[in-house]
């Protein structure tokens, strides 16, 4: 059978993926620990509003918005490379190529960035505890080797993984959560969950900083093709995970405002010495003692590499659906026999993250930032950039959603194919503009400069560049540009047939 010769869906005998599965790779690839000890501690030191939980449950509730048309698309698309498919679907072949390159991207971006935080949480725990000098790069190469296995191998190993990190993580944080409710520094008040606080200064950086934590919420129909029951799956694991990690962290954020004091927040009070992670981890040395530092230490690392692992898995299947549509190189499409993994896409990942990962550390050596480097570069630019990123392509799949029902509504309400996503386009662009006006604030420069516009080109170059590339293809390749977007569908097998029955030319 080639790839390129038509064939029905096929059964799913070996479609592995359920709802709690695909709940736990979203949540995942969030992080709870990370946002709550890294990201809202950061925010609340930068902004000084103590706007943060309120600013989670706005950005939920659009999201949640978003993920309605979303949804609705989902119950007849169903593509490993999702938001390619989506815009190439509802908006043009063309504008999917370009979307699909943007999507790479910015994907590549969070996983490998997201490198940069765990190399020196690595470090500087083995540092405190052991008194082992370790250069960043070091744990981060070790890692990149751990999920390369993990990528290789049937999805519900690491599906089955991260369920033992991520429930490990919240209980982590609920236990934090606990003794802050119970211990606030200067009484309990609910004027961090306010809607009064929505209308403070500042508040549009409280979202900026926000909507990077619920990234990789929209990644439930990148496993659509291995999920036991498309049509529904994908629809209720977004759902749930934007539920759960909406609730999550707003319960969470107004906890550690209360375990800060929000009089501490707004008078920026909060030193340089206790900016961002510090703010969590001295009251949970305060409150619970030294042990449990460790030990959330040690949890906010494997919170870090469940991210990896989930972002990982999300770029392997991007790179297996442009290749088995041969809008990239075919050989992109190879999966593992008897393992149903994309193993090529996870491969092209895997050296694409150790290549970056090498250049910083050949950047960064001798750096006066010393062991921060990593968190100052890899991780702040290359994170923040993924998420400008996947709110530009939110955007655009919530027009590809009025785009692809303009022509066949098929029985879908109004509201799911047309209000929903017109809100959510014009909720995600005032987000997007937000981004783009603060950017400056996100990499915590105190002016702006080359960098602030060279981390942007970043995501915005591909994209036309992938335009271009499409309508190339559309002349010089029409048989290649007709089954864009569709593969999964129209005209190829999907990830879970193509493990049993894969093409000569494809499976190595």
Known sequence: MSASTATDVPTRGKRRLG???????????????????????????VTGSI???????????????????????????????????????????????????VALVAYNCMQIGIYGMFGFQVSLFLGEKFGWDIPWWVPILVCIAVIAVLGVNRIDLSAKVLGVIVLLEFAAVILFDV??????AEGFTAAPISPAELFTPGIGAVLVFGIAAFMGFESAAIYGEE???????VARATFAAVIII????????????????????????????????????????ERLGVIFVDIMSLLFITSLFAALTSFHNAV???????????????????????????????LTQTVLAAIV?????????????????????????????????????????????????RRDPRDVGVGSRLVAPIVAFLALTTVLVLIIANFNVLLDQAQVDAVTFILPAIIVIPGILGVLWGLWLKSARPEIYENIGHGADDASQTLTELGDEEPADVRR
């Open 227 to 233: 999920a036991k029951d498309p049509k529904r799956t």
């Open 51 to 101: 706007a943060v939980p309120i600013g989670y449950i706005v950005l939920a509730i659009v999201l949640a918005i978003f993920a309605i048309g979303y949804a609705a698309m989902s119950r007849f698309i169903t593509n490993a490379g999702a938001f390619y498919s989506y815009a190439a679907r509802g908006l043009g072949r063309a504008t999917g190529v370009g979307v699909s390159l």
């Open 19 to 45: 709802v709690p599965a695909i709940t736990v790779m979203i949540i995942a690839a969030s992080a709870p620990l990370t946002v709550i000890a890294g990201g809202a501690t950061t925010a609340y030191s």
């Open 357 to 405: 990962v090498i250049g910083f550390a050949i950047a960064g050596a001798g750096s006066e930032l010393g062991i921060l480097f990593p968190v100052v570069t890899l991780f702040s630019w290359l994170t923040n950039t993924g998420a400008l990123g996947l709110v530009l392509l939110m955007a655009i799949v919530s027009l590809a959603v009025v785009g692809y029902f």
């Open 316 to 346: 392997a299947r991007y790179f297996f659906a442009l290749g088995r549509e041969r809008v990239l190189p075919h050989g992109l499409a190879a999966v593992r026999p008897r393992q149903d993994a994309p193993w090529a896409g996870s």
């Open 179 to 184: 003794f802050a409710f119970a211990n606030p």
């Open 246 to 285: 909406g609730v999550f962290y707003a319960l969470s954020s107004w906890a550690l405002a209360l375990a800060i004091g929000p009089d501490k927040i707004t008078s920026g009070g909060i030193t340089l010495d206790e900016a961002g992670p510090p703010l969590f981890f001295n009251f949970v040395a």
